[in-house]
C-alpha cells in the first residue's frame, strides 16, 4: 500500500469508508459548481461510489492516485485530491470542504501531493484546469507554480450550461 504523505498540518492517506463525512462536505452547490464531475445533491450513494471507484471501471478519466485529506491533529476528512489521466496526460483535481477554506490547506496538500508525484512517477508534466471564476483555485494553481497554458468552452448543462475552462501546466523541474 502506497505510503500516506504527510505536511506539516495535513496527513494525505487513501479513502476509507467514510460516506457521511464525505457527504456533509460535498452535498454543497458553491463546492460543486467548481468541480468538473461530481454529481449534486451528492448523496450517500454517490459517497459509496467515489469510495468504492475502481480505476479500471471509470469511463473517462483513468484515477492514478486519490487521497483523502485529513487535519493530522483532529483526524478530520476535509477534501481529496486526485491524480488522473486525460487523453494521456496526467492531471491533478483536488477539493476542500467549504469550513475549512481559506487556510491554506488546498495549497499545503497540493504542494506536497504534486512533490509525492514528481518524486515516484515518470511523470514530467502536470496539467490542471478550472473554471475560470474560481479565483480560489487560480490563485492556488497560482502559488503552486502552475503556468497557464489556454482556455476553451465547455457544453456542461449540469454546470449552468456553457462555461470557460482555463488550462495550466506544471512542469517537472519549474
Ligand atoms: C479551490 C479550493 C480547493 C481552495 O481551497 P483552500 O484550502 O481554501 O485554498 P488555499 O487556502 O490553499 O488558497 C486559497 C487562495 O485563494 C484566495 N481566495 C479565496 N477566495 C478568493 C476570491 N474570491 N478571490 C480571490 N482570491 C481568493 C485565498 O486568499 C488564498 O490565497 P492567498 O493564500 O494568496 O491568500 C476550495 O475553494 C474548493 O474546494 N473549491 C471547490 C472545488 C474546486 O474549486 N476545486 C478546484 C477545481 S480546479
Redesign the pocket.
Known amino acids: 500500500m502506497a505510503a500516506d504523505i504527510r505536511t506539516a498540518r495535513l496527513t494525505l492517506r487513501p479513502p476509507r469508508g467514510e460516506g457521511p463525512a464525505l457527504v456533509a462536505l460535498l452535498n454543497d452547490w458553491?463546492?460543486?459548481k467548481?468541480?468538473?464531475a461530481l454529481p449534486f445533491p451528492f448523496t450517500v450513494a454517490d459517497a459509496d461510489e467515489w469510495l468504492a471507484q475502481d480505476p479500471d471501471q471509470m469511463a473517462c478519466d483513468r484515477v492514478l492516485s486519490r487521497k483523502a485529506i485529513e487535519v493530522t491533529e483532529s483526524a478530520t476528512l476535509i477534501?481529496a485530491i486526485d491524480l488522473f489521466e486525460r487523453n494521456g496526460e496526467a492531471c491533478i483535481?483536488?477539493?476542500?470542504?467549504?469550513p475549512?477554506?481559506?487556510?491554506?490547506?488546498?495549497?499545503?496538500a497540493a504542494r506536497a501531493f504534486i512533490a509525492h508525484v514528481f518524486a515516484t512517477k515518470a511523470i514530467d508534466n502536470l496539467r490542471?484546469?478550472?473554471f475560470v471564476e474560481?479565483?480560489?483555485?487560480?490563485?492556488?494553481?497560482e502559488?503552486l507554480g502552475f503556468q497557464v497554458r489556454g482556455e476553451f468552452d465547455i457544453d456542461a448543462p449540469e454546470r449552468g450550461g456553457n462555461r470557460r475552462v482555463r488550462r495550466y501546466d506544471l512542469a517537472r523541474h519549474a
Request: no cysteine.
Open positions: 458553491e463546492l460543486i467548481n468541480t468538473a477534501g483535481a483536488y477539493w476542500i470542504g467549504r475549512f477554506w481559506g487556510n491554506g490547506y488546498a495549497t499545503e490542471a484546469g478550472l474560481n479565483a480560489a483555485s487560480v490563485r492556488v494553481l502559488k
